[in-house]
């Protein structure tokens, strides 16, 4: 899943997927030394019979508007179409999948959601059946049918129109690489879903997916009614089953979320619905909100920003209170398409990187961006840290003039003086053009000819996300957060040749043979796979470098003082936002 702050990001080009029991109300998940990697170990955990209603916190109360200012700009809120870390838990106030994560104790905990369990899986693998809960309506009263969730499934193929949500569907379901969605001719005879009856939702693979009870607590996964799809417009006026829906969306700019009447909590294990909407304000000024936040003066009390804490506000912090802390599934990095930069540059290219400088003008602060020398984060089950010469997420690269001038002879030698590195970056974002103007100063004092592209912030994640654009650095995904507590969810997703076309590629690789190992450890037994995906880790950095791990990122987020029982959500490093409330109304 591709990480959300465009802010934070920034870089890497200027940013981008386990018992019951009610959160604490204190907001720090641990306390951590700067720098140190919290929340241990992700496991796979699953409650198969946790029902509804979710256990309100204790000292909950209900009433009021929250207001989120966001520095990050979401593209898209169409749940086909999402596949950031930030609309992901955004679009869980108001789309409810066939199963969910209930964070218990500060651990991920997979239940069911609209489903009435978590799948029975057939002998061969092939085969997934899930009962469906009744009753369920969406928020104009109107019945959730089986159909409604076959038809979400088959919406997800229509992958040159939803280009930038999930594509495991394509790889994994029966004809998944022949099927393109129901707006074609016969798009309605997909034999991948069938719907017995109208409590009754069976998938059909093409290879065994053991972890498709995770993949299925996608937005993707959520119903949709096919006489209400407008397809791009969707998003404006979706039909929604959680605790909240949409009363207005100004794309990049704002949305507002009300009540939605028909949410039943006795069916949802998982949200709350304490306060009485949300505010989501985007493309905001990161320095002046995340200010606004800690002296939470007047409305800005019920304010949060779900960035980390920029470095520089940390002397304002008094109350510790008003940061939300905890671990991340995901790993930041600085990606180079690999079909543009030969490898011996792009070797060159880590030479270079000014690592220390980046993070500091990025305001990352030791508690939020832990060095990385991997690509597989930390809280990855089996990880096995591992550090390559010159690859550990640290150093001054071209910022020293030695060894920017040891990177121009290099490439002088390799007759590749002046090859040009080109990015995207904010242009409308303080932070951001203050990482361009560093990033341009080391590459260019390196030998290289650099062209940053300023863009506004509201088109970047597009721009950045167009596999095949007119860029060799910074493309997206640069930074990934694991689908669930699994290798397999992040190593082929962003490796493999096929993710060129499936829009998921970091650095572009087209190599048979990687292809090949990465498959030969994918169908291994859980057991022995989870160590052999270490050595494919290294194997990539080793031998074909098409990324450079920067950081692993651990949230830090500040929240206004009336702000309570704010929890990270340790699966994709977002505040939990229907656990939210306000301590006065």
């Not at 404006?236 to 949305?255: C, D, I, N, R």
């Not at 030969?342 to 060095?371: F, H, I, N």
């Not at 060129?500 to 994918?522: F, H, M, T």
Request: proline share 9%; charged share 25%.
């Amino acid at each position: 899943m591709q990480w959300k702050r465009l802010t934070v990001v920034a870089t890497t080009v200027l940013l981008a997927a386990v018992a019951c029991g009610s959160p604490s109300s204190n907001n720090n998940q641990g306390d951590r030394k700067p720098g140190q990697l919290g929340g241990g170990t992700q496991q796979k955990i699953t409650d198969p019979t946790a029902k509804g209603p979710a256990a309100d916190a204790p000292d909950a109360r209900k009433g009021g508007i929250i207001t989120v200012l966001s520095d990050a700009t979401p593209d898209t809120f169409d749940p086909t179409n999402t596949f950031y870390t930030d609309g992901t838990a955004i679009e869980k106030l108001v789309f409810r999948a066939l199963t969910q994560y209930k964070i218990v104790d500060k651990k991920p905990v997979l239940v069911p959601d609209l489903a009435a369990d978590l799948g029975t899986r057939s002998a061969d693998g092939l085969t997934w059946t899930f009962k469906l809960k009744s009753g369920i309506k969406y928020h104009d009263g109107t019945p959730v049918k089986a159909e409604d969730y076959a038809y979400a499934i088959k919406r997800s193929f229509a992958h040159e129109l939803y280009d930038a949500g999930p594509s495991y569907q394509l790889q994994y379901f029966k004809d998944g690489g022949k099927y393109k969605g129901p707006y074609t001719e016969n798009g309605q005879n997909y034999a991948g879903v069938e719907t017995p009856d109208d409590r009754t939702l069976i998938i059909h693979l093409a290879k065994p997916f053991d972890d498709l009870p995770y993949y299925a607590s996608f937005p993707m996964f959520t119903p949709i009614p096919q006489a209400k799809d407008t397809k791009k417009n969707y998003e404006q006026k979706p039909m929604t089953t959680g605790p909240y829906q949409v009363a207005s969306y100004t794309a990049g700019s704002e949305l507002k979320l009300t009540k939605n009447p028909n949410w039943d909590p006795n069916t949802d294990p998982v949200r709350h619905q304490y306060v009485d909407g949300f505010t989501f304000r985007f493309g905001q000024d990161k320095l002046k909100v995340q200010r606004q936040v800690l002296s939470s003066a007047g409305p800005d009390a019920n304010a949060l920003n779900y960035s980390d804490l920029d470095v520089s506000l940390l002397p304002e912090v008094k109350d510790r209170s008003q940061l939300v802390t905890g671990p991340t599934p995901c790993t930041i990095m600085f990606t180079m398409d690999s079909r543009k930069i030969p490898l011996e540059v792009r070797r060159l290219v880590a030479k270079a990187y000014p690592y220390d400088g980046l993070r500091l003008v990025s305001g990352l602060t030791p508690d939020s961006a832990v060095p990385a020398s991997t690509i597989l984060p930390p809280t990855m089950p089996g990880f096995e840290k591992f550090e390559l010469p010159g690859l550990n997420g640290t150093g001054k690269g071209a910022s020293d003039p030695a060894i920017a001038t040891e990177v121009k002879d290099a490439l002088a030698k390799l007759g590749k003086a002046d090859f040009e590195l080109s990015w995207y970056f904010s242009n409308d974002d303080q932070i951001a053009t203050q990482v361009n103007q560093l990033r341009t100063q080391a590459f260019t004092a390196a030998g290289f000819k650099v062209r940053s592209i300023g863009v506004p912030k509201a088109r970047i994640r597009a721009l950045r996300g167009d596999q095949n654009g007119p860029v060799n650095t910074g493309k997206d995904p640069a930074g990934w957060c694991a689908d669930w507590p699994e290798p397999t969810s992040v190593i082929p997703v962003l490796f493999k040749s096929d993710a060129i076309d499936l829009g998921n590629s970091s650095g572009q690789l087209q190599d048979k043979a990687l292809d090949a190992e990465i498959e030969r450890v994918a169908a291994l037994p859980p057991e022995q796979r989870v160590k052999e995906w270490t050595k494919v880790d290294r194997l990539i950095l080793e031998k074909y470098l098409p990324v450079l791990p920067l950081y692993y990122p651990q949230d830090n987020m500040p929240i206004g003082k009336n702000i309570g029982n704010a929890i990270s959500d340790p699966t994709i490093g977002v505040i939990e936002f229907s656990s939210l409330f306000l301590k006065q109304p």
